[in-house]
């Protein structure tokens, strides 16, 4: 049977490789503008997503409702998230600041535990002082989200958009400490 646009999602549930091809030649470039639009600094990575896109959506057709939304978009979101989840994994992994970079005392009477101080209480000083005690108590006291939004009286989203926001606001107020590792910029 010849696979054409109103047999080819049942071909691909079935795991025919030639409805596979189909999609391929006909969605591929829709998939690589939407991952491209999200990993646009990032070409190497783009390319890979695009591939880990097309597998999720092979991988993952049985979850295709058409009751629900078109096949096209269907596709692009797999293929957004797909390209989120690895943008996340890109900042996440990437290096906040050059070692080499930071500049540490000579004075003898400045202890690392001091210095490191300091260092965590200007970084912190542009939030809000509910802020600086949530940061305090995850990221210098080491206490999981949990323990933090009990302490706080927050829900454990809240505390994570606060965090989210509170990251956003200290790379903004000291850009020269977050700049983009070569290994990815254009």
Same mark, same amino acid.
């Given at each position: ?6 047999? +080819?999602?049942? +071909? ?7 409805? !596979?091809? /189909? ?5 591929? =470039?829709m998939i690589r503008? @939407?991952?491209?639009?999200? !990993?646009? !600094?990032?070409?190497?990575? #783009?390319?890979?997503? !695009?591939?880990?896109?097309? +597998? ?10 058409? =009751?629900?939304? #078109? ?9 957004? /998230? @797909?390209?989120?989840?690895?943008l996340k994994h ?20 400045? @202890? ?6 300091? /260092? ?13 005690v949530l940061f ?7 206490? @999981? ?14 505390? /994570? #958009? &606060? ?15 977050? &700049? ?7």
């Amino acid at each position: 049977m010849k696979i054409t646009e109103e047999n +080819f999602i049942d +071909f691909l549930k079935q795991k025919n490789e030639e409805a !596979l091809k /189909y999609f391929i030649v006909n969605y591929s =470039s829709m998939i690589r503008k @939407t991952v491209n639009k999200i !990993l646009y !600094l990032y070409p190497s990575d #783009s390319e890979e997503c !695009l591939y880990d896109s097309i +597998f999720r959506i092979w991988d993952k057709i049985e979850y295709f409702d058409e =009751s629900k939304s #078109s096949f096209r978009n269907w596709a692009a979101a797999v293929a957004k /998230y @797909t390209a989120l989840n690895r943008l996340k994994h890109i900042t996440r992994v990437e290096p906040a600041a050059d070692i080499d970079e930071i500049i540490v005392s000579e004075s003898p009477e400045i @202890t690392d535990n001091q210095l490191f101080n300091e /260092y965590f209480l200007e970084l912190i000083s542009c939030l809000s002082d509910e802020d600086k005690v949530l940061f305090t108590r995850l990221f210098w006291f080491g206490e @999981t989200s949990d323990e933090a939004a009990d302490f706080l009286g927050k829900s454990k989203g809240s505390i /994570y #958009s &606060r965090i989210s926001r509170g990251r956003k606001k200290i790379i903004k107020n000291n850009p020269h400490l977050f &700049r983009r590792s070569d290994t990815y910029e254009k």
